[in-house]
């Protein structure tokens, strides 16, 4: 039987209402590897691994499907030095990017048990779709202040 992702619920219903995929076909599974993502310090803070629709439903009340299905999914970043050039052009470009995406970077290994990944974009830059019953908090460590 096929894993369930995590927001499957709301994946189902962006389907249904915008008559699009969710998630696109074009995902991967995961092979183990180091990825990186934006926290803040506590590790157990409520939004560090919530995607943005989950975090800020009202952000996105008139996006069209794809872009909702898209913020279903974590940013996350194969290579920390992507990472840390992104965080720093996104904090120079939008004044309260610190306070909604995090002021730490956290590290952890990604398996296949976790989900599917999107591939790596600019500045090693993917999006994973967790699979339901993941916890992420507990195989992530905040490493350093950004």
Not at 54 to 82: H, Q, T, V, W
Not at 117 to 128: A, V
Request: glycine content about 4%; some cysteine; hydrophobic content about 30%.
């Amino acid at each position: 039987m096929a894993k369930k992702f995590k927001y499957q619920e709301d994946m189902d219903n962006i389907k249904n209402e915008h008559n699009c995929d969710c998630p696109n076909k074009d995902l991967k599974a995961i092979t183990p590897f180091d990825s990186y993502r934006y926290v803040f310090e506590n590790i157990n803070h409520k939004s560090n691994f919530l995607p943005q629709l989950k975090d800020d439903p009202a952000r996105f009340i008139d996006a069209n499907g794809k872009k909702k299905c898209d913020y279903l999914n974590l940013s996350m970043y194969s290579k920390i030095e992507g990472a840390k050039e992104r965080y720093y052009q996104l904090a120079n470009s939008f004044p309260n990017f610190k306070k909604t995406a995090g002021t730490h970077i956290a590290n952890g290994v990604l398996e296949s048990t976790d989900g599917l990944i999107t591939e790596e974009g600019n500045l090693t830059h993917f999006g994973l779709y967790e699979f339901e019953n993941i916890e992420l908090q507990n195989k992530f460590n905040v490493i350093e202040i950004l």
